[in-house]
């Protein structure tokens, strides 16, 4: 089965500080990474996925994120956090090459993002 | 549609009631998802249709819950005789492709059972 670990519930940083925000994760075979802001009273927001390639990938608003295969985790994170950012976080996976054509991402269950200003 | 719709945006529900939540996820989009947030947490699979089939509905709290797509388009999430435990926000999604896609959402459906 799969699963992920989002281990903060909140993480609060000053605005135009670095910001990470932590996942880890575990899946059968090669996983599929997904990251999902979700602002108050609306839907989850795509940020960026991994699927092969290059360990760190670029996504919307500044965010990127860093594969670590050995440690099973796939961080969050943005150089200069801004007041805008402050959102709940999502983190999911799936595996990349599903069995039975099973593709359905598991959730962590969130991390709360506060940029002070 | 530019995107992943949902209706209703809220519904409040008498216990025992049924209701029925509407899906129209992007347009040619194969895969569909539901999910259940509650307050504070991160989303719940329900289940899971691949064009008008469901090809996973393991998620699916109990036989309260009924989910369908027959067209391989818009989907119902019904829910019947609706209990207290039931309120949430129902989300769904819909993704293009069956392999390297991510999914969109809907803005969800909040509901509350008095």
């Known amino acids: 089965a799969q699963s992920v670990a989002q281990p903060e519930d909140q993480v609060n940083v000053a605005e135009g500080n670095p910001l990470t925000v932590k996942c880890t994760y575990s899946v059968s075979g090669n996983p599929y990474l997904f990251w999902y802001v979700q602002y108050p009273n609306r839907g989850l927001q795509f940020l960026l996925k991994y699927i092969t390639g290059d360990n760190l990938v670029k996504g919307s608003y500044g965010f990127e994120a860093e594969f670590n295969k050995s440690q099973t985790s796939f961080h969050l994170k943005k150089p200069s956090a801004l007041v805008s950012d402050s959102a709940l976080y999502f983190c999911a996976v799936r595996p990349l090459f599903a069995s039975g054509g099973s593709y359905i991402p598991t959730f962590g269950r969130g991390t709360s993002l506060i940029v002070h200003p | 549609g530019a995107g992943v719709s949902q209706s209703p945006r809220y519904k409040v529900a008498k216990r025992g009631q049924d209701v029925a939540l509407r899906c129209d996820p992007i347009?040619?989009?194969?895969?569909l998802f539901w999910y259940q947030q509650a307050l504070g947490q991160g989303p719940e699979f329900l289940t899971y249709?691949?064009?008008?089939?469901?090809?996973?509905k393991s998620g699916l709290p109990s036989d309260r819950f009924f989910a369908e797509r027959p067209e391989g388009s818009v989907s119902t999430l019904k829910i019947q005789r609706t209990q207290q435990e039931d309120s949430a926000v129902y989300l769904c999604?819909?993704?293009?492709?069956?392999?390297?896609?991510?999914?969109?959402f809907g803005q969800g459906t909040r509901l509350t059972v008095v």
């Open positions: 347009s040619g989009h194969v895969s």
């Open positions: 249709f691949q064009n008008e089939a469901q090809l996973d």
């Open positions: 999604a819909s993704s293009g492709g069956l392999r390297d896609t991510e999914a969109f």
